[in-house]
């Protein structure tokens, strides 16, 4: 059996709120290999980290009188109607005038204590934290093509964050992600360097026409991982993907869904045998993985 790494999920997600700097330094406390953070611009063409551009349900936005008028609907890609308050229409100054909120309350109500206390971070904040010094980030550009369409070079704006800092000399490992794999792409394309490219896949992105032997051909040739929903990924998949040497990781690792034990619940993970695993409680799986022989 593999052993995993662990990978914070958005940080600590299950004790802070998610993509702040202090659920990506707790993650790293508490035995997380590596955080994975969210990336969407800002009307300036700032990257910021959050889950999504809709930002009523991962900050504070509606408690602000101020910004009343900016809500609307769009259509995201054109026919996703999404009703909110949208990260590109607020500059970076504007941003940093609210506060993270848990995303989820119901799901992660040890995160919801937190909700008001932290601020909005960019991607330069993480990149120029202490605590990432000789750690890996794992960086997943969202919406790429819908932003690209209205003007949005966010591959290019993480470029320039990237080759701004000094992750060389802090020996800061880097993986990058989208659900889009001609985005991905892109990623390594432009942002070269000993860095690993990983495809995500949920239901929306699996394969129909092609079998997935072919799937996993194509992606093979293109990056060098792909990340599968737990709910889609069996020990097959696992095995093609092995096969032609991807890595291979899976999402999220959630305690408060375990219907039993949390040990059985996170070793329905572990026994999938893959290169990592992301979680909201990074702790509790690192302790299980160090019990483990």
């Given amino acids: 059996m593999t052993k995993p790494e662990v990978f914070g999920h958005r940080g600590a997600s299950g004790y802070r709120p998610e993509n702040t700097l202090e659920a990506f330094k707790l993650a790293f406390d508490q035995g997380a290999v590596a955080v994975e953070c969210d990336l969407v611009p800002t009307k300036d063409h700032r990257l910021i980290i959050r889950h999504e551009n809709e930002l009523s349900h991962s900050t504070n936005v509606t408690e602000h009188a101020e910004f009343a008028d900016r809500f609307k609907e769009i259509k995201m890609y054109g ?6 308050w949208f990260s590109e229409d607020f500059t970076l100054e504007e941003i940093k005038t609210l506060k993270a909120i848990e995303r989820i309350p119901d ?8 909700d008001g206390q932290f601020e909005i971070p960019t991607i330069e904040e993480l990149l120029a ?27 290019g704006a993480l470029k320039t964050a990237i080759d701004e800092s000094n ?8 993986v990058f992600e989208s ?8 990623l390594k ?10 495809f995500l896949v949920d239901t929306w992105g699996m394969p129909i026409e092609i079998t997935m032997d072919e799937f996993l051909d194509d992606v093979a040739s293109k990056v060098d991982g792909i990340s599968f ?27 408060e ?29 690192h302790e299980l993985l160090s019990g483990l022989a």
């Fill in 257 to 285: 869904k375990a219907e039993r034990s949390v040990e059985e619940y996170l070793m329905q993970f572990v026994n999938l045998s893959v290169d990592g695993i992301f979680a909201d409680q990074p702790d509790l799986l």
């Fill in 179 to 186: 659900f889009n794999l001609d985005i991905t792409i892109e």
């Fill in 189 to 198: 394309n432009r942002i070269a360097g000993p860095h690993k490219y990983v």
């Fill in 129 to 155: 934290a202490d605590f990432v010094t000789n750690r890996k980030l794992i960086i997943e550009v969202k919406h790429g093509a819908h932003f690209a369409a209205l003007g949005f070079d966010m591959v």
């Fill in 79 to 84: 026919h996703w109607p999404v009703a909110g």
């Fill in 229 to 255: 929903n737990f709910e889609l990924l069996t020990p097959e998949i696992v095995a093609a993907a092995r096969k032609r040497r991807l890595l291979i990781y899976t999402w999220t690792a959630q305690v």
């Fill in 107 to 114: 799901e992660r109500p040890g995160s919801a204590k937190f």
């Fill in 167 to 174: 992750w060389r000399e802090r020996d800061i490992e880097f």
